[in-house]
């Protein structure tokens, strides 16, 4: 599904991503983690084609994002790590807004976005200014409005940040749903309990490189270790090569 | 190390941080346009007062301007009127400045928060606050007055020293505007919650500069320099002498300017205790009123409302006004026309639209009015009047069009994660407000060349050229907008008084004058040739061809390149936010 070849991105002088490769399959929920500054967003920004590389090749779907961006667009979902939006539209005008930006304002999808906002419990601000959403209400919206055009790649930045628990375990449950029902899921987090709960691989990037990367038990390799011991093994022991 | 200066310290610091990243080259062109208009003030000024210089006890009595100069004189007169008329606009634009300034710092500042919940004091931090939004109000008269004030120690042949008592001085007067402008703020603060009256003061603050704007044309400087007849020489003169409006502070200060250029050192005193006692006890007034109700107003600030004063769909109701829009129109041209609408600072700006539209008409028919009979000069001011009007929806570009990327701000990312190509980005950019502006454009054109009453085929002419200099403006705007885009601008004006919004006036100035004077010559040809019926030689003809192909290159450059600049700047942004 997506396919990452040697990418790089640097602001400036500082590198922030060294030689990313990647190969994910479809249909499976996978796990990007990484300390703070690893580069996961920056990473993710790329990947959506939001940001372009400084050098690489990046495919979805088996097409380069470089040179058909509109097709990889209209197959993957994005939702950013902080959830801005338009303040002075109403929810309800937000999602017709989206709906026909991906050229997808029909009955159906209307009627997908009815049934999202009641799974959300965000149902009586439907017609309500953005402006006076909580954190939390902001990130249901861009979560739910990324989802309208069904698309087989769903990429997510840091998805419970700010969510309740009710809402942290719907949309829990909404990511196996989707990819049991064909779609695939990037999602960062630096939450060892949500990459362990939901997500069938996980890599591990630090200070811009992937450091380990595999399911649950390939990474343990048959020690008994949390993925929390695990993950603090692993950036530790960066931080001692880097160190000698 | 004391609280107040950390702070200092640290807004300093994030000045400093922030402009590492822009370019030593953007720095030389924004400082060299600076010291140009500078310059041109000073010297603006400069030849204004040397010819004022004449009016003083001439001896050629050939009008009725020249008869009353031997009377008195008129010239130092007239100078001492229009330093007092220049502050008194200053005095205006600072009281709006202040305003404003003083809204966004002391309630609407991200920073604030954070301070309150350190252990400083309230009062302290509404100080800094105070001294934020005075300072960044003021500053830049400062700038202007030192351009004009050096012309007129130049033509007062005084030494230099006597800058010295108005630069005093404008301590205390620029305190007047700063501690009235805090204290409107306060009050209202106090008793509404700033985020509902905010979109009241966005609203209130274009009204404001409109009125200021009638008004000073209202005051008609012009007047200055006409004298109709013998029988107004008496109240000329006694117009002159009184200062109007004795008890502003700009009057003050002129007055102290005068005096100090006159060498009346025992006129200063007057002024200079009115000045100084007004100043300072705004400053304790606003003190006062800090110490009393900056914490109280500032909670009361961050109350969340969004049943704004202006605000149509205070309702709970369950109406998209998105869907009511036609089905056929652009889901960018839909979103960008109820954002406009919901947004007072914008749309308000209108406002300002028409009183510049206005007054501009007004002083098209004072010309007529004067009866400028020479049949020829009609026709030079309807070819200029292109590049006036070029001017003024220049200004409306920049303030609609250029803004318009970066108010796409931090929510950019939804367009570029969306399949919708930047490059489309920019032409829906560019086709919500250029319609408009085309429109305001040619009508005022129109109009103009009809009181000037032009024949038909400079009536064509001047219809070609506007649309091509509103289309190139409008496109200019946008593709500036793109290349310097600010997304986390806290107002509109931050987001076009900055580089990109300097360097596109300079852009779309720099092409409405070699677009414009290269038809000069060829007009003049063609006019020789059809209506004189003269000969044209192939020397002139080719002179002719050559200008007009410079025309035609100016129009590409300072069109196609911005423009595909803008959009790959706009693929490959980098910045945090999206
Ligand atoms: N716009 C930018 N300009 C310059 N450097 C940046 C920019 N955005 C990110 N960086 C740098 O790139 C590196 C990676 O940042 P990134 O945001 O990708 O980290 P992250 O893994 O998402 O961290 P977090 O877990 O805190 O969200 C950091 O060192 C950061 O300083
Ligand atoms: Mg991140």
């Not at chain 2, 510049?356 to 049949?375: A, E, P, Q």
């Not at chain 2, 060349?449 to 002419?461: A, E, G």
Request: charged share 15%; proline share 4%.
């Amino acid at each position: 599904m997506i396919r990452l070849d040697n990418v790089k991105k640097s602001y400036g002088d500082h590198q922030a991503v060294k030689g990313l490769s990647l190969e994910i399959a479809p249909n499976q929920v996978f796990g990007f983690l990484g300390p703070n500054g690893a580069g996961k967003t920056t990473s993710i920004k790329m990947l959506t084609g939001i940001m372009p590389p400084s050098s690489g090749e990046i495919y979805i779907d088996g097409c380069s994002l470089v040179q058909n961006p509109i097709h990889c667009k209209t197959i993957t979902g994005y939702v950013p790590d902080r959830p801005y939006v338009y303040e002075k539209l109403k929810a309800w005008e937000f999602v017709e807004f989206i709906l026909d930006l991906y050229q997808n304002n029909n009955k159906n999808s209307q009627d997908l976005a009815h049934y999202y906002f009641e799974l959300f419990k965000i149902d009586d601000a439907k017609y309500k200014i953005i402006e006076d959403f909580s954190h939390g209400m902001k990130q249901k919206l861009v979560i739910l409005s990324s989802l309208l055009h069904r698309p087989k790649l769903l990429v997510i930045d840091e998805p419970m940040v700010g969510l309740d628990p009710r809402g942290a375990k719907t949309l829990k449950k909404l990511f196996r749903d989707l990819a049991d029902s064909g779609t695939t899921i990037f999602l960062s987090t630096h939450t060892m309990a949500v990459a362990q709960e939901v997500c069938d691989n996980i890599a591990i990037i630090n200070k811009g490189n992937i450091v380990a990367q595999g399911t649950m038990d390939e990474l343990r390799q048959g020690q008994d270790h949390s993925l929390e011991q695990l993950f603090l093994q692993i950036t530790e022991e960066e931080l001692l090569e880097q160190g000698s | 190390m004391n609280l107040r200066h950390l702070i200092f310290r640290n807004r300093f610091r994030s000045f400093v941080n922030s402009s590492n990243g822009k370019n030593f080259a953007q720095w030389l062109i924004f400082g060299s346009f600076l010291v140009l208009v500078l310059v041109m003030i000073y010297f603006g000024t400069f030849s204004l007062l040397k010819k004022l210089d004449t009016l003083n006890g001439t001896e050629n009595y050939g009008s009725a301007l020249d008869l009353a100069s031997s009377v008195i004189s008129v010239g130092n007169l007239i100078k001492e009127r229009l330093l007092s008329m220049v502050i008194l606009s200053i005095f205006f634009l600072l009281m709006f400045s202040n305003v404003i300034s003083s809204i966004s710092h002391i309630f609407l500042s991200k920073d604030t928060e954070l301070l309150i919940s350190s252990p400083i004091s309230p009062y302290q931090i509404f100080q800094i606050r105070f001294f934020e939004a005075g300072f960044s109000s003021s500053w830049m008269s400062f700038f202007f007055f030192f351009p004009v004030l050096l012309a007129y120690v130049q033509n007062y042949q005084v030494a230099y020293s006597s800058l010295f008592p108005f630069f005093l001085a404008l301590i205390p007067f620029l305190m007047i505007p700063a501690s009235l402008g805090v204290s409107f703020a306060l009050i209202t603060a106090r008793y509404f919650p700033i985020k509902r009256s905010k979109r009241v003061f966005q609203f209130m603050s274009v009204f404001f500069l409109t009125i200021i704007l009638v008004l000073l044309r209202v005051l008609q400087p012009e007047k200055l320099f006409q004298i109709n007849g013998i029988h107004e020489i008496q109240t000329f003169i006694s117009n002159l002498q009184i200062p109007f409006y004795q008890h502003l502070p700009s009057t003050w200060l002129s007055k102290i300017a005068i005096s100090s250029f006159t060498n009346q050192s025992q006129l200063l005193f007057e002024p200079a205790v009115y000045l100084f006692g007004t100043g300072f006890f705004l400053l304790f007034l606003v003190n006062l009123l800090g110490k009393l109700f900056f914490y109280t107003a500032w909670c009361k600030s961050q109350e969340t409302s969004s049943q704004g004063v202006l605000e149509q769909d205070s309702k709970q109701n369950t109406s998209s006004f998105y869907s009511q829009l036609p089905l056929h129109l652009n889901p960018i041209h839909k979103k960008d026309f109820i954002l406009f609408f919901r947004n007072p600072e914008l749309w308000s700006q209108i406002f300002l639209i028409f009183a510049m539209v206005g007054l501009y008409l007004y002083n098209i028919n004072l010309l007529h009015l004067d009866k400028l009979s020479i049949y020829n000069v009609a026709r030079f001011i309807s070819f200029l009047n292109v590049a006036f009007v070029g001017f003024i929806t220049t200004s409306i570009s920049m303030r609609f069009l250029y803004p318009s990327i970066s108010l796409e701000g931090p929510a950019f990312w939804i367009l570029k994660a969306s399949p919708f190509s930047m490059s489309d980005l920019l032409y829906k950019k560019f086709t919500f407000f250029t319609p408009f502006i085309l429109v305001i454009g040619n009508a005022m054109t129109l109009l103009a060349n009809y009181i000037l009453d032009v024949p038909w085929w400079l009536f064509v002419i001047n219809a070609i050229n506007i649309s091509i200099v509103c289309f190139v403006n409008s496109l200019l705007a946008i593709s500036f907008g793109a290349l310097f885009p600010n997304y986390r601008a806290e107002n509109l004006n931050k987001i076009f008084m900055s580089f990109g919004g300097t360097f596109y006036m300079i852009a779309s100035l720099s092409f409405m004058f070699i677009f414009l004077s290269s038809q000069g010559f060829p007009i003049y040809l063609a006019y020789k040739h059809y209506v004189r019926l003269a000969d044209i030689s192939t020397y002139h003809l080719s002179i002719a061809a050559l200008s007009i192909l410079i025309g035609l290159l100016s129009l590409v450059l300072f069109s196609v390149v911005p423009y595909k600049k803008a959009r790959s700047a706009l693929i490959s942004h980098e910045d945090g936010c999206i």
